[in-house]
């Protein structure tokens, strides 16, 4: 039995994530994973059971990653603003600079892998993050409201502005980049419009 190569496993992980950004999981498949990484398909197969197997651990492994990212530096007990920037730098800080896994992600999010993503993002989150959306309501900074109304207004910005200066260009293609200025500007905008 041939033995693990974690080189290769890794470019096999690398390249799947990337062919999945780009062309989404419809176009995905085991022999063009394969031939993208310059190896036998069989060689995937010491790797991962099936595809399944391999679209499942993506998803565990990008959901753990995006978990401990989102929580670095982030201190539940924060005052609304300052735990609020500094989600918003750790989100920012990943998805610019490397646009791949914004569109993984988005990808992720709009296949049966969803919940199961989500679900491991939030294994080591979801506390930490109630936590601090308590202690925000509590004190009165932020009035309570349903999550979605508070992810909206509090993140969507964030996202898409991301995603215009990944892709270069605004609505109507118009060239696009990001700068800090913007980005706290419109952090700015969004505690103004979320603080009692």
Sequence with gaps: MRTRDI???????????????????????????????????ATLYIY?????????????????????????????????????RQQWKNRYRDLINNPVLGKFNEQLRASVYQDLFLSTLMEDALGKFKRFNDNIISRGEVKEMPFEVYWSVAFAPLYALIKFS??????????????DEMLWEAFDLVVKGLKK
């Design 7 to 41: 080189e290769k496993e890794n470019l096999v992980k690398k390249i799947a994530l990337e062919t999945i950004a780009n062309g989404g999981f419809e176009s995905f498949s085991m022999n063009k994973l394969a031939k993208a990484c310059s190896i036998s398909v």
């Design 48 to 84: 991962y059971k099936d595809k399944d197997d391999l679209l499942s651990q993506l998803a565990v492994e990008h959901g753990k990653m995006m978990g401990k990212s989102m929580l670095h530096n982030f201190d539940p007990e924060a005052s609304f603003e300052d735990g609020l």
């Design 166 to 179: 990944n892709e270069g260009q605004s609505l109507a293609g118009k060239p696009f980049s990001l700068t």
